[in-house]
Structures are given as C-alpha cells and as structure tokens.
C-alpha cells in the first residue's frame, strides 16, 4: 500500500447499541467505518495514507469498555496526545478513543492478543426502562440464578465448543480454554433508572468464536427457565455434541470489557 510504515495500537470504547458491528459493511453505520471516516477528516488536507486493523470484531449492538485496533500509515504521529484530542473531538459520542501507543511491525493486533474479558448483563422480571436497552438485556419472567451460576462454571476449562458457535466450518479450531466464567450481581454499572437488581455473566479466554458468549448465554437463561439441566450443558461440551437448544442471548446486553496483549 506504502513503503515506510508506522504502527500504532490504539484503544477505545464505545457503546454499540447504534451500530451494525465493528466490520465496515457498505451502506450500514459500522465502528470501523466510523472510525475510518473521522480518521479521514482528522487527516485532511494532508498527504497521509493509511489503513486500520482491528483486534477482532463486534456483533451489531454489542458494546466496549476496552476495544482496540492497529493504525497503519505512512506519517509518523509527531504528537501523540493532540492526535488523540483531535481524533475525540471529532468522533461521535458514543465512540471515545482511550490510548495511542507506537508498536513496531512485530506487533500484530490479532495473534498477540493474550486475553479477551466479555460481560454479559441483564435483569430478570418486568420490563425496565427503556433507558437501559443499550447496556442490558431483559429475559422477564423467572429464572433460577443458583442454577445458571452452576451451569456457568461448567464452561471453565477446555472444552469443545462446537455447539456454541454459528455456522461452524470444517477447519474451525473448536477446543478453546475458558479462564473465567462467573454469574454475579451486577456492581459494575449503575444508575437511578436500572433495576434494583441486576446480574452479570463475565467470561474471558484467548479468544472466542461467532456469538460464542450470546450462545453460552443463551443456554444458561435455557438453563435458568428448566428448558435445559447441568447435565445437558456437560454434554454439550464434549466432541460431537448436538446442542439440543440453538437460543441466542441477545446482543446488547454483551460488552467486551477489557482485552490485554501479550509482553503487557
């Protein structure tokens, strides 16, 4: 694209409940073309070339508390922080940019990623305010939390995953390692209009397959109605398991929260 590069690692959030996900799609409202459109304006009037990498991606409507891409351009950033001012003052309100940090061309945004943390909250009983559709998901009627806190611990370790993804191919790695999967009460976010009670499922690993949480999550609700038992869900995790349920948490109540690199 350009001879000389300079890299740069810069790190985000932003709240997804307007957008059709993080990959640039034609004719839709995307973070990447987002990004990409304002990075335009920030650089106009120069001889810049550029182009944007990002750390994975975002179904639509799923949200970050810590996001990252890679900035491949062919001018060095002389001033860090007035870059990162003037990307913000231009970016939608709902995107802010974190942290800008020049990496070398060793670095690679998808393969050094050490760990990627996901939470997924939600309440249970009458509808909410409408406020809260952004960051939440509502299942109402009952579910019995006890049980999905069990259930959620039976996704840690490795385990075949196959059940727990869309359109699995052939050549998909399945057995993926879950460092962390906990169901708690929700004291993370907070405000006048939530719930009195809310929970929150938080899940992180290396990396995760498509709509692998919202299934995970999906299950664990099924699990909390009685459509599912502790057993199914171990038997669901074993090579050549049918998942015997295909419900999919929906996705605005999914954050990823927090992504980390290796040599951090």
Request: glycine share 8%; with cysteine.
């Amino acid at each position: 694209m350009f001879g000389k590069k300079y890299y740069y690692c810069i790190t985000l959030q932003y709240l997804g409940f307007r957008f059709h996900g993080w990959q640039k799609q034609r004719g839709l409202k995307t973070v990447e073309g987002m990004l990409q459109n304002t990075l335009r304006y920030v650089f106009e009037g120069e001889e810049v070339r550029f182009k944007t990498l990002g750390a994975g991606r975002t179904d639509a409507m799923v949200s970050a508390e810590q996001a990252a891409f890679e900035l491949f351009i062919d001018t060095p950033i002389k001033d860090a922080e007035a870059f990162l001012a003037l990307f913000n003052k231009n970016l939608p309100m709902d995107i802010r940019a974190l942290a800008i940090e020049e990496v070398d061309e060793r670095f690679n945004i998808i393969h050094d990623v050490k760990t990627k943390t996901y939470q997924y909250f939600f309440a249970v009983g009458e509808k909410y305010h409408p406020f809260c559709a952004g960051i939440m998901a509502n299942f109402q009627g009952g579910l019995n939390i006890e049980l999905m806190q069990q259930g959620a611990k039976l996704f840690e370790g490795m385990h075949h995953f196959k059940a727990y993804t869309v359109r699995p191919s052939e050549n998909m790695q399945f057995d993926r390692e879950v460092l962390q999967c906990e169901l708690k009460v929700n004291t993370i976010y907070t405000a006048s209009f939530f719930p009195e009670r809310s929970y929150v499922l938080t899940v992180k690993g290396k990396g995760f397959m498509r709509q692998q949480i919202r299934k995970m999550m999906g299950a664990l609700v099924s699990l909390g109605k009685g459509e599912l038992s502790l057993n199914d869900i171990e038997d669901s995790l074993r090579p050549n398991a049918k998942m015997i349920h295909e419900y999919i948490a929906p996705a605005s109540g999914l954050v990823l929260s927090a992504i980390e690199f290796e040599n951090e």
